[in-house]
């Protein structure tokens, strides 16, 4: 599949691919013609260049296209994405998508796959398009991925993470960051300070994952708290909860190289529970009392049913995970301990920009969470298939050098 040249461009007239982005000359057209025709277009007017793009055309297949180059609109903002992170959700595309991504056009993007991925990234600015005021070219800019209408009940009440329409950059629409170029809205694009690298601005999404998760959550300096799961996004938790005054940092994870990462990343605590009991040494280490608060990131039942019997009475767990079936829990035990079960999801504007603010100052280090960087024409071996299979546990972050 890597490195499909352009065959998989589907210039052939009678195919029916979508072009994720119109060239220049198609754009002029678009409104006069179908989807579908544009692609037979395509094949006489060969207006933009070519650029490789990673797609997903369905569960199992990803592929190194060749695309055409976006142009860049007015309001719009064009960049050369440099470093992108590989995500749990771009896993669970690649094994049994599509889930996020649209089968139907997307109500914003009117987008549907195949669709160029990638949404955690950092890039450079090669474009602005005319109207185009708080980024210039050369800048180097980090992308806020959240696509969302506005207009919807959660988005009235401000609340635009919870869209009805939610969608994002690298999954939805709009190209994504595992190409040579992508071009959104101008509002998805924030400055990076001079200080903080390409690569760990690649991190900005998910630590903005973690970064909000603990502000939704009642957690308060000097509290014990439990992470369930050791990945990325414990990780993140892991290091916000340090820098926010946290007691006691107990991780549960049972595999050897992210029950490391636990202990370098400052967990007072690494809780195996293939061999021990969770709640119980919970228990232990808090006096008997429990922990104040759990962020689960695992979404495994015996996980959970074992965080509820960890969490004290008036204490509360926090659901991060995407759970893939659905779990039987002990809801009893939550009611006679008066325990709140919350879910927190993605990240408002604050948690994002306060992310940024805080790798400027040296609050968060995600340079060590970065575990391999491979190029754009390795990323289904080397990317999906070796993190959807033995290699997974070997990594913490996967980034993908676009340019290289
Ligand atoms: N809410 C959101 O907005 C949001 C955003 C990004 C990711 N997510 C989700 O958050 C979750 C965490 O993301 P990630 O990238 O860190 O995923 P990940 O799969 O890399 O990490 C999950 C960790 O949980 C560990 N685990 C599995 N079973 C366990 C058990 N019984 N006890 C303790 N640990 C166990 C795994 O070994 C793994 O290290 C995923 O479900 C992901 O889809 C949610
Ligand atoms: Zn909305």
Redesign the pocket.
Known sequence: MIGRSKSSLNLNASTKTQVERPTRNLQRMRNSITTNSVDTLRTTLKAAPLMKSVRFHGPGDIRVDEIDEPFCRAGEVKIRPAFVGI???DL?EYMSGPILIPKEPHNITKTKFPVTLGHEFAGTVEEVGDGVTNVSPGQRVVVRPTIYDGCCNSCKLGIEYCCENIGFIGLSGYGGGMAKYMTAPSNHFYPIPDKVSLEAAALIE?LA?SW??VNVSPFKPGHNVLI????????GILQVLKLQGAKNVMV????ES?KRFALEYGATHVLD?SQVD?AEKVREITNGIGADVVYD????E??LN?AIRACRTHGSIV?????QKRPAIHVNDLMYHEIKYE?????DEESFRDVIRALSYGQLQPEKMITGKIRLDEVVDKGFKALAGEE??KH?KILVDVQS
């Open positions: 995500c749990g959700s669970h998910p994952v909000h998760a369930v799961g050791g990945g990325p996004i414990g990780i549960s994870e049972m595999t992210r529970p969770v990131t695992a979404g495994v015996i996980a074992s659901n991060i995970a995407v759970w879910g927190a999801t993605l990240y997974r546990e913490c």
